[in-house]
């Protein structure tokens, strides 16, 4: 029992418990990565090949590429794309800041569309008006492993000649209509951090794409744009895969399926307890997804009546894991103030950060563990209602 706790004070409750998941393959995880060390080959080789046959073998994709993050993947999908100044880029602007920092970073223009307000996708319905004689490519974001309408965006990407990159950094192992992520784009970028699905012990990514001629040249752009040593056909940057993240994905790919059962599992109780304690007037749950499969990569609900904040402080004093994804759309960002964007201009993300929050979810959880989650928002609606009386 850790010093700091009392023998009456309930476990705390991690938001992701990444050490569990190593424990549980502790010996398995161990000995890939020995057997990288002890062969000197720790740049790319034969780990490295064999767990991108098996990744892209999992996605049904034709090619797979490894590399060192899921901005690298991104960033390879552009390159490989050609998209740099003077081209726009269509996105949502509440997700990860990595999707539009790609785009800025090549040289292109992000032009955001809002989202659809129960699914926190893209919302297709917004995005032919956004469209110029600039734009190239339509990068949807599968967020919280949902994916996103991809027949609305393949339609519109099909009628104007776009690119669609598909950003499916949360969404390993999701499904649209029974095609699995990875083959939803001309390419498609996953990140292998520690909390995904699918997830390393540091920072890694992913490309697949079922095109040769984009997989060949995105193996060059992660190498310094060289295909034959020392001899360079492009200006890449070094966003290799290091062969122990490789090593590790590896181990873990088997378990993918059963890890995503666990997540659907828990995302089910959560639904279940939540109904059972009265609390959906004050949460609103996630939307059942009725055209494939939702891995839960995070369990997010939206808090009502500007009570977010005040929950999110009362679970953390009862140690009980949360946080906010995310907490200021993109267009609002500091960074990106040279784009003109005010406030209102995307009303639904707007609300969207001032109101969602991430409850502990990950393949282990137990029923326990979810249930102390629930009765803790439950004690603080009390609360508050003691307090309003």
């Not at 029992?1 to 190593?22: E, G, H, K, N, T």
């Not at 744009?225 to 895969?241: E, L, Q």
């Not at 995307?346 to 326990?368: G, H």
Request: charged share 20%.
């Amino acid at each position: 029992m850790p010093a700091d706790r009392s023998p009456d004070q309930p476990a705390a409750v991690p938001l992701c418990d990444i050490a569990l998941q190593y424990r549980n393959h502790q010996d398995e995880i161990e000995a890939a990565v020995l057997g990288v060390l002890r062969s000197g080959q720790a740049i790319l080789g034969p780990v490295v090949a064999a767990f991108e046959q098996e990744a892209a073998d999992y996605c049904h994709a034709t090619h797979a590429l490894g590399c060192g993050s899921g901005t690298d993947a991104l960033l390879l999908a552009l390159h490989a794309l050609d998209i740099g100044p003077g081209d726009e880029v269509i996105l949502p602007p509440f997700t990860f800041f990595a999707t539009v920092g790609s785009v800025t970073r090549v040289g292109a223009t992000p032009v955001f569309v809002d989202v659809d307000p129960d699914t926190y996708n893209i919302d297709p319905a917004l995005i032919e008006a956004k469209i110029t004689p600039r734009t190239r490519a339509i990068m949807p974001v599968h967020l919280f492993g949902r994916c996103a309408d991809m027949d609305a965006i393949w339609n519109i990407a099909d009628r104007h000649g776009l690119y669609v990159i598909e950003d499916a950094a949360q969404s390993f192992g999701s499904d649209y209509r029974g095609r699995r992520c990875g083959t939803l784009g001309v390419v498609s970028c996953f990140s292998f951090y520690p909390s995904k699905n699918l997830g390393t012990l540091g920072d890694a990514g992913m490309v697949t794409t079922n095109n040769p001629d984009l997989h060949k040249k995105m193996a060059a752009l992660r190498n310094h744009g060289s295909d034959v040593k020392y001899y360079h056909k492009y200006v890449g940057w070094n966003a290799r895969i290091d062969a122990v993240h490789a090593a590790i994905l590896k181990v873990k790919l088997p378990h993918v399926d059963a890890w995503i059962e666990g997540r659907r599992a828990a995302a089910g109780r959560y639904d279940a307890m939540i109904a059972a304690q009265g609390l959906d007037g004050f949460f609103e749950r996630p939307v059942p997804n009725p055209s494939g499969l939702h891995t839960f990569n995070q369990y997010v609900v939206r808090v009502a009546n500007g009570q977010r904040d005040a929950l999110m402080k009362h679970l953390k004093a009862e140690n009980v894991g949360c946080e906010v994804y995310y907490p200021l759309p993109l267009h609002q960002q500091e960074c990106l103030t040279h784009l003109g964007h005010r406030a209102g201009d995307f009303p639904v993300s707007e609300a969207a950060a001032k109101s969602v929050l991430a409850l502990p979810i990950f393949p282990e959880i137990t029923e326990a563990q979810q249930t102390r989650v629930v009765d803790v928002c439950r004690q603080f609606t009390r609360q508050q209602s003691r307090q309003a009386a």
